[in-house]
């Protein structure tokens, strides 16, 4: 049987920011700590922050079967080779990924640079991986370059540089500090 279909990003996504919205909001009326003011500010931008590389990533989720599928060998997905076809196209990967090397500091202070390069990279290889498996049992047409992995873990350690330079000045590091889960002025 010969058949192709698409699962939105919105199928998929929408309902899980709902469950985020109802725990934010139990959490929140019940006084947890680190989900009122700032903190919350911080966890609501990160859910969506996430749901959008989710959405660019990983959606929409094409599902193809019999004569549709994609029958090349998935090996030939992979782009192994670092730099090897790198151009332009790995801006987009750096500035997707700056906004997490930016986000993660503030959730704590264990996310040193190196922390932060490594969470990025394993973020990223979690990206590859899934889109990787997609194409293996659903047959969608998508790549896996380790240009993908080098160029998101540059954005994050872009995004942590970014966020140490916003904190050298003295106002920004009271905003940002009002954030911050983990800060004393919670």
Do not use: H
């Not at 009326?29 to 903190?39: A, C, H």
């Not at 994050?156 to 050298?168: P, S």
């Amino acid at each position: 049987m010969n058949f192709q279909t698409q699962i939105p990003a919105a199928a998929v996504l929408g309902p899980a920011l709902a469950v985020f919205a109802i725990i934010a909001f139990a959490r929140r009326r019940g006084n947890v700590p680190g989900w009122r003011g700032g903190p919350l500010v911080l966890r609501v931008v990160t859910a969506l922050y996430a749901a959008a590389v989710a959405s660019l990533t990983l959606f929409p989720l094409w599902i193809y079967g019999g004569d549709y599928r994609n029958t090349a060998p998935w090996v030939s997905q992979i782009q192994p080779i670092p730099l090897l076809m790198a151009d332009i196209s790995m801006i987009p990967n750096v500035i997707m990924f700056i906004p997490l090397g930016f986000l993660l500091p503030l959730f704590s202070d264990r996310f040193t640079r190196g922390r932060t390069t490594a969470f990025c990279a394993l973020a990223s290889l979690g990206i590859e991986l899934t889109q990787l498996l997609q194409y293996i049992a659903l047959g969608n047409g998508r790549s896996v370059d380790v240009n993908d992995l080098i160029a998101n873990t540059l954005g994050g350690l872009l995004g942590y540089a970014a966020l140490r330079v916003a904190q050298r000045k003295a106002a920004m590091r009271t905003a940002l500090d009002k954030l911050s889960p983990t800060s004393s002025s919670v």
